[in-house]
């Protein structure tokens, strides 16, 4: 898999999921990426650390899901199953405990 | 670049679900990536396919117009001869005059077509087919793989026999491309611009590129699917790899097809078998992760230790913090109490300093007695002085005002 930083050149200006805006900092839209921001450090293509935060709603119920990148070499190549979700409890204590832990392990 | 190989699965065509084996990935997929090369050769490739266009070499100048110089209250500008009509008169030639030529009047001598070094060219398509094998650069070009098994993704030759094209759209959705197709379905719109009155009425987005080996029905099948294009191996064309210079197309290669490459493009040591004094572009470097040469051993164990930047934190006045000032100056604090003490009555720190002062009095007294009174004070003494020359004078003067009144008399 090419290096991160390598990726990163290629994607940082020309990329589908870049929005700009006139008088606010580049954004992207690609999954993976906590804060929607076109940088090196979140970027959801490009970087092997990857941190996603999401509501998803499922019919009525709307649950929080945290999306990271797996580890696995054999995975790299594999879009469908590169990016692992997890559900984040709700829970006033558990959930930030969770977050923390993912924070940590990227 | 990976050091080793990695190896790629091959799908079942009928049964895509499952795999038929594996090859390890050509060389060619893991040139290095250069964007700026592939941009640069598409957009001279692009330039190849165009038709010239230009203005009538006579436009404007049909005519046999002449100025009619000065001297009759018009214009200097060429103006159409004889009489009889309203063209008569009128101004003719110039790029201001109704029905004159245009500025600078496009040619079809304009160098429409560029040529581009064949190695170039080669290292170009190598580099986009490197890109195609990367999740992050096909996703990034816009493509939906989400539901794709592997990338690049290799189908079992089978494929290249489908003759009908409902198989092989079926093949394409249980391969995982149903999100692609329908993206471009669903991308179909009026072009922007003259374009739509010139036959060019729409615009759709491309879809997955087929790379086959041998033709028995896959072109026919494939060609009136939307957004799908079949492209032979032997004959890779940029302008398909990387569509508008952005590299990272989704490509579906078949099995043979995906053997053919190794065949055609060998390896960085053997040079390219198919392509006569190719031979693949090496990376300028090898291992570009920064971030894993920062931090291996090799290198951390060579670093200096790491200065300790000295960070001033919150400036503190001295004036305000005792603690700050008894850190600039030691002692600053005690001899402050020690003055505190010393206003207090009754403490031995006010005695002492009210002995000092007593003993300053007296030494001042003693002093003033001796050299302030008396007669030997320095004003007295400076008076005497004063006196003694005041007197003499006053004398002088007597005398000389004595002799002129004896003068006078």
Redesign the interface.
């Known amino acids: 898999m090419a290096a991160p930083d390598l990726l990163w050149q290629c994607v940082k200006n020309q990329s589908c999921f870049i929005r700009k805006q006139k008088n606010f900092p580049v954004m992207t839209a690609e999954p993976g990426n906590l804060c929607g921001l076109n940088n090196f450090q979140f970027s959801g293509l490009a970087s092997k650390k990857v941190l996603g935060l999401d509501s998803k709603k499922v019919g009525k119920k709307e649950s929080i899901v945290l999306t990271t990148r797996s580890k696995r070499e054999s995975r790299q190549y594999r879009p469908g199953v590169v990016l692992v979700t997890t559900g984040i409890k709700k829970g006033k204590k558990q959930g930030p405990e969770q977050l923390k832990k993912a924070r940590f392990a990227r | ?2 050091t080793a190989r ?1 190896v ?1 699965s091959i799908y079942n065509f009928e049964n895509p679900s499952e795999k038929t084996g594996t090859m390890p990935m050509p060389v060619v997929l893991q040139s290095p ?1 250069r ?1 700026d090369l592939v941009r640069e050769v598409h957009r001279d490739m692009a330039k190849n396919k165009r038709q010239a266009y230009a203005v009538k070499p006579k436009a404007g100048y049909d005519t046999a117009a002449a100025s009619w110089c000065t001297g009759r209250a018009v214009a200097r500008i060429p103006r159409a001869p004889g009489g009889g009509t309203h063209r008569a008169g009128q101004a003719a030639f110039g790029n201001q005059a109704r029905g004159g030529g245009m500025f600078n009047p496009t040619t079809v001598w304009r160098r429409w077509h560029r040529r581009v070094n064949v190695t170039k060219k080669r290292h170009a398509v190598a580099c986009a087919l490197a ?1 195609s ?10 493509h939906k ?8 993704l290799v189908v079992s030759d089978g494929i290249q026999s489908l003759t009908k094209t409902k198989q092989a759209k079926e093949t394409l959705k249980k391969l ?1 491309c149903g999100e692609e197709l329908q993206k471009v379905i669903d991308s179909k719109s009026i072009r922007a611009g003259q374009g739509k009155a010139r036959n060019r009425r729409y615009v759709k987005r491309l879809g997955p590129l087929v790379i086959y080996n041998e033709d028995n029905g896959i072109t026919r099948a494939m060609r009136n699917i939307p957004g799908v294009e079949c492209a032979h191996v032997d004959r890779l064309n940029l302008l398909r790899l990387a569509p508008g210079g ?2 990272g197309r989704f490509v579906i290669f078949t099995e043979g097809a995906f053997k053919k490459l190794s065949d055609i493009y060998g390896t960085l040591k053997s040079g390219a078998p198919k392509k006569k004094g190719y031979t693949l572009p090496r990376a300028a470097m090898v ?6 040469i920062i931090n291996s051993t090799e290198v951390q164990s060579v670093l200096r230790p790491k200065m300790e930047r000295y960070t001033h934190g919150i400036k503190r006045n001295a004036l305000k913090s005792k603690e700050l000032m008894e850190e600039l100056n030691p002692g600053s604090t005690e001899r402050k109490a020690v003055q505190q003490k010393a206003s207090q009555k009754g403490t031995p720190e006010y005695d002492e300093v009210q002995k000092k002062k007593k003993a300053r009095i007296e030494e001042s007294k003693k002093y003033n007695k001796e050299h302030k009174k008396g007669d030997e004070t320095f004003y007295k003494t400076l008076m005497k002085a004063f006196e003694a020359k005041a007197a003499a004078d006053a004398a002088k003067k007597a005398a000389e005002k004595a002799e002129d009144e004896e003068d006078e008399e």
């Open positions: 670049m990976a990695p790629v990536l964007p890109a094998a990367l999740p992050p650069l096909v996703m990034a070009r816009g793989i989400n539901q794709v098994a592997e990338l690049p995982g952005s590299f291992n570009a992760d920064l971030s894993r």
